[in-house]
Nanobody, 116 residues
Framework: VQLQASGGGLVQAGGSLRLSCAAP????????MDWYRQAPGKQRELVAR???????DYADSVKGRFTISRDGPRNTVYLQMNSLKPEDTAVYYC???????????WGQGTQVTVSS
């Protein structure tokens, strides 16, 4: 099972992008949905999380700029990214953390590049 992530691209600093990630319904409904990112030469880091009950959490570096949301009927999680900075440049991955099996399902990654 692989999640389908999309929405990355090249944007100037201060701009916005919205990432999307679709998951099978049987997984999505009982999973916390995460967005991670990995910049070149750095470890993958958790950017934002939304639980199955829509509780959210963010990395300090993106608080106030990024918003995670989920759409149940579409089995899709979104990451709205505003006021983008060059340091946000990374490959962004979505992950479904199944809250019953504790298994993680990953998307293929989407590149976000922010130019200064």
């Amino acid at each position: 099972v692989q999640l389908q992530a999309s929405g990355g691209g090249l944007v100037q600093a201060g701009g916005s992008l919205r990432l999307s990630c679709a998951a099978p319904g049987s997984i999505f409904s009982v999973s916390a949905m995460d967005w991670y990112r990995q910049a070149p030469g750095k470890q993958r880091e958790l950017v934002a999380r939304i639980t199955s009950s829509s509780t959210t959490d963010y990395a300090d570096s993106v608080k106030g700029r990024f918003t995670i949301s989920r759409d149940g009927p579409r089995n899709t999680v979104y990451l709205q990214m505003n006021s983008l900075k060059p340091e946000d440049t990374a490959v962004y991955y979505c992950c479904a953390h199944h809250q019953i099996s504790n298994r993680d399902y990953w998307g293929q990654g989407t590149q976000v590049t922010v130019s200064s």
